[in-house]
Structure formats: structure tokens, C-alpha cells
């Protein structure tokens, strides 16, 4: 019971972070891959504003989410005016900075170490607790944040990016500010990551460099790849598998040393299989109007296959 | 003549040490169908990169409604009032032909992400009024039927209804059309021809870059000729298409240009 409640938990923080991302890589099709960098950003700013001025961690929350707005609107800022190509890597540039300054900023992040001892969520006087709170007050969270993404991509909004995305000078000739729409889909997405960067920390009490890898980096890009970008429900489909995947695997009479690297392989060969594809995710199986995005996901895969 | 809805003066550009554009100047009188013709390389498609911002002019000014627009960016232009087409139609390929169409609506308070969060009911009110005008324009360039497919997987000729059905969406007071005939068989041509002329007909301010001449001919006020960079002459079609002197500089030139 305990298992499959800590799965949930994980579920609705990626969920979040799928979806978030979703709305830069599907609606506004810019290749960016940066996006554990604000899920890091998100987690460390609720851990130090709430450890250091011992504020209410609904405070230390909305200052993650601010902080992850503003770096993810820097990023943008920086990266917006490059080609596809470029802005590939040059977001993989700014995540490697971030996780690069957790680890060696140790009087500001604890470096290697981490930071330990951040405060459990609290509401109003009642105070998250229990495996069970955690996974129903995250799965609320989890669907609001989706409810307010679907909202905004099925909206006048989404709809522009998506004509930004298929043609930039034809959306130009409408009256559409390509900068503008870019620019606050990164800091919508920065900010969504930033919430399921306090979830983390507050749920986990204990975060250092080695949880935001570059493998979650590409866990978040595989959940959205592989559950069908620019669909918003693709994506959480996407975090509901790619977070039980381990779970299930571990089920089976495997070694457990394997399950890991089991579990990596077949996400992987996911991963390559729906780039390479005819298929638009598994959602796209269904109901799909993106083939645009394809030959995009294999050349994406291939230079961050490069990193 | 009526009055000038855009005033082009005095217009010049260089790529490289080349004059694409050089001191061209004109009115574009409100209500009518202005031509811009001219042989190939006449600098016909520069004057509307030039007019819509896509590129700055070296020198001269573009006036709009008496409003000078020199330097403006190019979704500046369009919410001046000014829908530009393109040879290449520059359409949202994944995007279903409604999708298209409602894209080119101004004034969407949905349009801004805040505006979505914050006033949801207000949004979705207006999307639907949206929605079924875009219909109405749908149906009116004969496209009713493929509504909801997607525009990469319309023909040609569809495409370019669809370029048509995002100008009148667009409520652009002037619309610079940029060959809306071109590559088109004689039946869509005459399709085209009859959704322009019901335009004009309603008071839409054009001026197009058209090569077809029995276009030019058939649906033109008046027209601008222009080659080697220059404005050559302008007059009523009778005027200019029957000068001997202009159409071998049309042809002339067409024919060593290819």
C-alpha cells in the first residue's frame, strides 16, 4: 500500500512536470531542454527561503514559483532568437549551469551534501503527514495544474502558439508577437515546474544535486515524446507510465538490481520508437494533428544524445 | 480619385550595392483595386516586405490612414490594419482550415494567458462568437466541407481560399495580395477571381502583385507598373496594358528573365 502511494506522489509531481513542459515543446515547438533545471530551481528556493526566514511554506512555494518564472523568462530571453538547432543547446547549456551551481555553491545549496530538514507542507494550521495525505493532496494539485494547462492550450492562446509553431512569419502577417507568446509559454511552464519543485522538496525533506539530473531531464522529455506532445493529456499519460514502469517491473521475477537498468532500457527503446515513428505519441495513435513535431524528435534525441 | 489609404513615398532599398526598390512612390486610393505589375525581379514583392516591415526600407516612409508605419515590426503592420498574403501562402500546415481562420481574428482577450486564467467565462464567450464567424467565412470561399481537416492535407487551390478566408477574417482595412492567382488551373483562377471581385465589390481597399494579366485587366482600378526597381507608370489598365511601349517592357523582360 505504502509502495503504491509513493508511486502516486511521483506521479502527480512528473505529471506536472510533463505537462508544464509540454506547452514549450508541444505548443510552442521550441526545443528546449532545460526543463529539471526550474524542477531544481523550484525545490531549492522552497528548501532555503523555508529554512532560512522560516516562513509559511505556501510562501516558500510561491517564491519557488516566482524564481522559476523569472529564471525561466532569463532563459528564454537568452535562447528565443536562435534556431532549433542552437536552442537545444543552449538550454542544455543553462540546465548544466544550474545543476553545476547547486553542486558547488555549497554555502548557498550545501553542494553535494544537499540540504536536509525541509518542513513537511502545511495548510491553514494542518500539516501534511502521512503517505496517504501526500498522495491525495498532491493528486489534487497534480489535477488542477493539468486542468489549468489544458485550458491554456485548448484557449485563443494555445492556438497561437501552435500557428507561431507552424509558420512564424504567416502568424507575424496575423498580428501575433512571436516573443511575447514564446516567452510567457517558458515562464508558464518555469513556474508549473517550480510547483512540482516545492512538492518535491517538501515532500522528500531532503534534496541535493543527484535528484535532478540529467536523466530526470530526460525522463520529463521521454513522459512527453512518448505520451504525444502537444496534446497535454499525452503527457500525463506519459508520467503515468514512465513512473510505474519501475514499479511494475519490480512485480516481475527480476533481480532486483536489474529492475533499474530494465526499466531504462525499455523507456529508452519507448523513447526512440516513437521519435523515429510514424506514431505522435501514444495519444497520437489515437487522435493526432502533429506530425510536424517528429522530424524534430529525432533530430533533438540525436544532439542530446551528443551531450 | 479617392482618397489615399496608404501612401508609399519615396521608397528605396539595396541589397548588396543592388537597387531592388528605388524612389518609388504611390497612393493607394481607399475602396479600389490598385495592380502592381511588372516583370520579374521588378521589385514588386519587395515593395510589400518593404510596406509590412519584413524588411526596412533605406529610405522613404509608408503612411497608413496618414499614420507613418516605417519601422514597424510586422505584427505591428497587421494590427494597423494590413493583411498581407504570400506566394508561398505561409499557412499553419497543422492546423484544421476553422484553426486557421480563427487564428486571424484581432482583438482575442483569449490570446493573452492571464486573460484565459482570469476571465475563463469571457474568454469562452467570445470564442464561441469567434467560432461561428469563422464559420460564416468558411462557407462564404466555398470550404465548408473541410472545415476540420487539416490544411496540409487540402490541395493547392483549397490552400489558397484558405489565405483568402484568413484576410476577411482578419477585417484588415487594406489587403496586400501577393499573386492570389498564381499556380492556380482556369477553374480556380475563376473561383479566385469571383472572391476578390465580391470583395472589392463590398468596398475592400486591395492592391495585388499579380502576373495574370487578364486578372489585372479583369479586376483592376488601377495600376502601378514598375520594373528595374522603378515606377515606370500608373493608370487605368486601359492606359497602361495598351501601351505598346510598357508591354514590351513587361514582356521584354519576362521573356529574358524566363
Known sequence: ?307 | MSSALLQVRQLSKSFGGVLAVSDVSFDVPVGRATSLIGPNGAGKTTIFNLITGALQADSGTVAMNGRNISGLRPSEVAKVGISRTFQDLRLFLHMTVADNVLSSFQGQDGERPWAVLLRPRRVFRQEKAFRSRALEIVKRVGLIGRANELVGNLSYAEQKLVVIARSIAMEAPLWLLDEPTSGLDTPAVIQMLKQIRSLVSEGQTVLIVEHNLRVVRDISDWILFMSDGRLRAQGTPDDILSSPELRQLYLGASTTHG
Not at chain 1, 548557498?108 to 491553514?124: A, H, N
Not at chain 1, 507575424?172 to 518555469?190: D, Q, S, W
Not at chain 1, 495513435?285 to 529525432?298: C, G, P, T, V, Y
Open chain 1, 1 to 307: 500500500m505504502g509502495f503504491a502511494l509513493s508511486i502516486v506522489v511521483s506521479i502527480a509531481i512528473f505529471a506536472i512536470l510533463a505537462v508544464s513542459f509540454d506547452l514549450v515543446l508541444g505548443y510552442a515547438g521550441l526545443f528546449s531542454v532545460a526543463h529539471a533545471a526550474f524542477f531544481a530551481i523550484g525545490a531549492y528556493t522552497t528548501a532555503l527561503i523555508a529554512l532560512h526566514t522560516g516562513a509559511p511554506i505556501l510562501l516558500a512555494a510561491a517564491g519557488a514559483v516566482l524564481a522559476c518564472a523569472i529564471s525561466s523568462a532569463l532563459l528564454a530571453v537568452l535562447v528565443i532568437r536562435v534556431s532549433q538547432d542552437y536552442l537545444v543547446i543552449a538550454s542544455f547549456g543553462f540546465l548544466t549551469l544550474v545543476l553545476a551551481a547547486l553542486a558547488n555553491l555549497p554555502d548557498l545549496t550545501g553542494g553535494t551534501l544537499g540540504i536536509g530538514g525541509i518542513p513537511p507542507p502545511s495548510l491553514f494550521g494542518w500539516t501534511v503527514s502521512g503517505l496517504l495525505s501526500y498522495a491525495i493532496v498532491f493528486s489534487l494539485i497534480a489535477a488542477v495544474v493539468v486542468a489549468v494547462t489544458w485550458w491554456l492550450a485548448h484557449s485563443p492562446y494555445g492556438r497561437a502558439l501552435r500557428a507561431i509553431r507552424d509558420n512564424v512569419v504567416g502568424a507575424e502577417a496575423l498580428g501575433k508577437n512571436p516573443t511575447f507568446f514564446r516567452v510567457t509559454a517558458f515562464v508558464i511552464a518555469g513556474a508549473l515546474a517550480g510547483i512540482a519543485g516545492a512538492m518535491y522538496a517538501t515532500y522528500i525533506s531532503y534534496i541535493s544535486p543527484d535528484a535532478f539530473s540529467n536523466d530526470v531531464n530526460i525522463l520529463i522529455f521521454a513522459m512527453v515524446v512518448i505520451g504525444g506532445a502537444g496534446t497535454v493529456v499525452g503527457p500525463l499519460v506519459g508520467a503515468i507510465l514512465l513512473v510505474s514502469l519501475p514499479a511494475v517491473l519490480s512485480l516481475l521475477p527480476l533481480a532486483p538490481t536489474l529492475v533499474g537498468p530494465v526499466g531504462q532500457i525499455i523507456y529508452g527503446a519507448l523513447l526512440v520508437a516513437f521519435a523515429m515513428s510514424n506514431a505522435d505519441g501514444l495519444l497520437g495513435i489515437f487522435h493526432s494533428s502533429d506530425r510536424w513535431l517528429r522530424a524534430q524528435f529525432k533530430r533533438t534525441l540525436t544532439e542530446l544524445e551528443r551531450q
